[in-house]
């Protein structure tokens, strides 16, 4: 770093912590024009992290491969910085640096240099110094380092380019409200006809261009209207009535709608040429009780699907699930106590027939149910499967891509969780996996998702949910 002068081009010199490498080993090339500073800690704590199966370790090896291919693609002296344009294909064209020389930076004294957030930010200290002229920003994941930076008189930044949404409240909700004066708008030259017991409207106006490919639209009144974008070819949509599960005759696997968002979720998850649903909503929206409810009518109902595979995330995400004595479905059964509980509601509108037939349905239920772990999902092909995701908030967009990969002809993947409750570290509302593929497969004509808002468990659970 001694031999480069402060950049005339008014580019940033951004330093790395170690957790933005094992977050995103790509981080590197994601910078764009601006140069990247990574101290010897951080690479020292990437060796310490190199070990083990889990998706951290995984990637701490990955950031360490990527770095040791720029570093040997440079035939100059690496002090001058590495130019990143050749190794990142374009995507950045800044340089990156490496700590090639020992750095003694007086910290103050309640801040003991042994530790390696301590050493980065004496780093930090001395480049800033070094070039008072040129904006020096640590980028870091951890929270309480980035306070640390910023008491000492640093600039200090959470690392912004995984996240999908700055704010999860523009996060598509998969419906909308039609406004009252929709028909007066876009009546005109409107076309409309039956088939099957299904309406159908082919509809042009202002509002056309903003509708995504299976969204909902809803509007009450006089004559209420709920129904979905079923194509969408230029300034022109088809709109199609919704199937009513909120009435009992429609009912599914005794479970029907108790609220328009539900009903919503039913028509996505019964509807064959739908491959991928994703639910998101608070705890006690019916997320999972509707998603088996609609997977136990299609696999011993209709036989659509031969089984039905649940899986979720087990926090710590990715360690091992345990040297316990048992199948992976015995270690897997303490955290699926939610789909016991489900299953104990869905057994108990099975019809009756005494204690004996619904012991004899619960077993077949069970039967057709497998519970897998998530540590040996690479490489499987799911034929014909309804795969169900529980908890995929907690899921890294790089683990969801793994799972959704999964998926071989015939099989429905559906996604659950809800982005308030993130346990994962360094995993934010912004940036989790579960907000990447919500708004990546919108407007995928195969693929649909609704956001649950009202609570259904109880006036208890919806009072606590309000208040605390």
Known sequence: MTKRAPSSRNTKLFVLDTNVLMHDPTSLFRFEEHDVFVPIMTLEELDNNKKGMSEVARNARQASRTMDEIVSSCAADIADGIDLKAPSRELATGKLFLQTEAINMALPAALPTAK????????????????????????????????????????????????????????????????????????????????E??????????????????????????SPLQAWVKARDGRTV???????????????????????????????????EIDFVTLLGQAGTGKTLLTLAAALTQVLEA?????????????????????LPGTEEEKMAPWMGALEDNLDVLNGTAGEG?????????????????????????????????????????????????????????????????????DTPYLTE?????????????????????????????RLADHAAEVL
């Open 116 to 195: 390696g957030d301590n050493q980065i930010l004496a780093v930090v200290m001395h480049l800033a110094e070094r070039f008072p002229k040129r904006s020096v920003i640590l980028v870091s994941k951890d929270i309480n380092m980035r306070i640390k930076a910023r008491a000492l008189g640093l600039d200090a930044q959470d690392y912004f380019n995984d996240k999908v949404l700055e704010d999860t409240d523009l996060l598509y909700t998969g419906w909308s409200e039609l406004p009252t004066d929709f028909w007066d708008t876009h009546g005109k030259g409107m076309e409309s006809w039956k088939e």
């Open 197 to 222: 017991g299904r309406t159908y409207y082919r509809i042009k106006g202002p509002l056309v261009t903003s509708m995504m490919v299976n969204e909902f639209v809803f509007q009450d009144g006089e």
């Open 238 to 272: 088809l709109i199609e009535t919704l199937i009513d599960y909120a009435h009992n005759k429609n009912n599914v696997w005794g479970i029907t709608a108790r609220n328009r968002e539900q009903n919503f979720a039913l028509n996505l998850l019964m509807n064959p």
């Open 303 to 323: 036989k659509r699907y031969s089984e039905i595979i649940m899986t979720r995330v087990t926090v710590p995400v990715g360690e091992d699930i345990g040297f």
């Open 354 to 422: 005494g204690d004996w037939g619904r012991a004899a349905t619960r077993d077949l239920i069970r039967s057709r149910i497998k519970i897998k772990s998530l540590n040996f999902m690479r490489g499987r092909t799911f034929i014909n499967k309804f795969l169900i995701i529980d908890e995929a908030q907690n899921l890294t967009p790089k683990q969801m891509k793994t799972l959704i990969t999964r998926a071989g002809p015939g099989t429905k993947v559906v996604c659950l969780g809800n982005i308030a409750q993130i």
């Open 430 to 458: 912004g940036s989790s996996g579960l907000t990447f593929v919500v708004d990546r497969f919108k407007d995928w004509p195969h693929s649909g998702h609704i956001t649950l808002q009202r609570g259904e468990r109880s």
